[in-house]
């Protein structure tokens, strides 16, 4: 199941909204991470960056096989050997990935989807004890120059408000990723295996 408003623009003008090293950076992803997973992975904008800067697996998920064609040829391209990327409904049918299996999940552009919640207890569910979770999402501003429709973009509370239902203890303030994005940080509660 697509997630409402969820058509992509072209690859060219998708990257002139994002700094993806800036984001990941300003959402704690460095070299002592171990495995990921993009849910959404798009055009791998987030995934390839993610892997070349991991010590372990990088997993992008999409329901678009066309997206995940693309981000294996271009992984391949890069020389990228710790990345698996797979066509899946992980809305329907969840990611495939086994309990308590990744360090980090990337929910990028994705929480207005009709049922967040089913998102975030989906990351909860893959996440290692101590693991983390990263939001970005559209800034809450009709002038940005992409985004969903205004009446299903949340909020940063919303986000804030999902996560901690979901069972994430967020700490720290609203991460400002410019020029059109916003971030949050949530972490599993429990020690890191």
Same mark, same amino acid.
């Given at each position: 199941?697509?997630?409402?408003?969820?058509?992509?623009?072209?690859?060219?003008?998708?990257?002139?909204?994002? $700094?993806? @090293?800036?984001?990941?950076?300003?959402?704690?992803?460095?070299?002592?991470?171990?495995? %990921?997973?993009?849910? &959404?992975? &798009?055009? &791998?904008?987030?995934?390839?960056?993610?892997? #070349?800067?991991?010590?372990?697996?990088?997993?992008?998920?999409?329901?678009?096989?066309?997206? %995940?064609?693309?981000?294996?040829? #271009?992984?391949?391209?890069?020389?990228?050997?710790?990345?698996?990327?797979?066509?899946? $409904?992980?809305?329907?049918?969840?990611?495939? *990935?086994?309990?308590?299996? %990744? @360090?980090?999940?990337?929910?990028?552009?994705?929480?207005?989807?009709?049922?967040?919640?089913?998102?975030?207890?989906?990351?909860?569910?893959?996440?290692?004890?101590?693991?983390?979770?990263? %939001?970005?999402?559209?800034?809450?501003?009709?002038?940005?120059?992409?985004?969903?429709?205004?009446?299903?973009?949340?909020?940063?509370?919303?986000?804030? #408000?999902?996560?901690?239902?979901?069972?994430?203890?967020?700490?720290?303030?609203?991460?400002? *990723?410019?020029?059109?994005?916003?971030? *949050?940080?949530?972490?599993?509660? &429990?020690?890191?295996?």
């Amino acid at each position: 199941m697509k997630t409402r408003e969820s058509g992509m623009p072209e690859e060219a003008r998708w990257r002139t909204f994002f $700094d993806p @090293d800036a984001v990941l950076t300003a959402l704690q992803l460095d070299e002592q991470t171990s495995d %990921v997973v993009d849910f &959404g992975c &798009g055009y &791998g904008i987030f995934s390839l960056p993610a892997a #070349r800067r991991i010590k372990g697996t990088m997993y992008g998920i999409d329901i678009e096989a066309v997206m %995940v064609t693309e981000c294996e040829r #271009r992984a391949a391209a890069e020389g990228l050997h710790n990345t698996r990327f797979y066509q899946k $409904d992980f809305v329907s049918d969840e990611t495939g *990935l086994d309990d308590a299996s %990744v @360090d980090y999940a990337m929910l990028f552009n994705i929480l207005h989807a009709e049922t967040p919640l089913v998102l975030l207890r989906e990351a909860w569910r893959i996440l290692k004890p101590g693991g983390r979770l990263a %939001v970005m999402h559209w800034n809450y501003d009709p002038t940005t120059p992409r985004g969903p429709s205004m009446d299903i973009r949340p909020h940063p509370q919303d986000c804030l #408000r999902w996560m901690q239902e979901a069972g994430f203890e967020v700490k720290g303030d609203i991460i400002d *990723l410019p020029p059109y994005h916003y971030g *949050l940080m949530g972490h599993k509660k &429990g020690n890191v295996s």
